[in-house]
Nanobody, 112 residues
């Protein structure tokens, strides 16, 4: 069983930045696609970004040019750098490994 622990969420003003981190407990982290999902208030959810074992990245359209996904295989950490945050980015952000293992989520609130 892989454990994933997110951190880095919080309250930020519109236009601000946050960096989310997701620490994995096992080396299998490097073998699979890992990524981020978010759940909005009201429970609608969507994939945000993912990165494959070959470092191919995908982003949902609404975050392209603002968010950057990356990972450090040696440290087993997945990152999501979020810039130019908007109120509509407010959500609980979850990391996943291969869409099978999930973290507990970290709240991101964008508000003035």
């Amino acid at each position: 069983q892989v454990q994933l622990v997110e951190s880095g969420g919080g309250l930020v003003q519109p236009g601000g930045s946050l960096r989310l981190s997701c620490k994995a407990s096992r080396d299998s982290f490097r073998l699979y696609t890992v990524g981020w999902y978010r759940r909005f208030p009201g429970n609608q959810q969507e994939p945000v970004a993912d990165i494959s074992n070959t470092l191919r990245t995908n982003y949902t359209d609404s975050v392209k040019g603002r968010f950057t996904i990356s990972k450090d295989n040696a440290k087993k950490i997945l990152y999501l750098q979020m810039n130019d945050l908007k109120p509509e980015d407010t959500a609980v952000y979850y990391c996943h490994l291969n869409w099978r293992h999930w973290g507990q989520g970290t709240q991101v609130t964008v508000s003035s």
